[in-house]
């Protein structure tokens, strides 16, 4: 008995379904591996310094100058708009020159990425205040500082807007 059945011409490989779901799982793996690499070229995240021993040595100094504001008694009151004005009020001192500087340092540091940080040097608008302006702050946590070359007052972290923040030792 002969088999009158025909089999039927196979089509081309590429219009059958199976090599296709099989090279799916490669191709979506080299997509995202193409993906990861394009988000850790343009966020770096800057937490590993090159210079360390440099900047444990820096920690000596800065400590210099927290006592040495803390010696002075000073403390400060900070406000910054939301498009970057900075007024900065400083308490105590007395009768002292170093505790009224020509000019303060006023820095915004972000916790994890050094690049959105912000400075700003402050001219003395009279009556133990200070303005300026940096980019204008986005809402997050923010790492607010006050210091001289001389002096430093120690850093406070804040969450929210940043309006009539104290820094330094309650009055």
Known sequence: MTSN????????????????????????????????????????????????YRRGLAINQTLERAARSAALGLAATVDVAADGAVDVRLHGGGAD???????????????????????AMLAPAGDGRYTGRVAPVPAGRWRVIVETDRWRLPGTETRG?????RIGPAP
């Open 97 to 119: 020159p170093e505790a009224r500087p020509p000019e303060l340092r006023f820095m915004l540091a972000h916790p994890t990425r050094a690049g959105e940080d912000r400075v």
């Open 5 to 52: 059945t025909a089999s039927a011409p196979q089509p081309p490989w590429y219009r059958q379904r199976w090599p296709w779901l099989l090279m799916l799982g490669p191709a979506v793996v080299v997509v995202a591996g193409i993906a990861t690499l394009v988000i850790a070229i343009r966020s770096d995240d800057g937490l590993v310094a090159d210079d360390y």
């Open 161 to 165: 807007p940043i309006a009539g923040l």
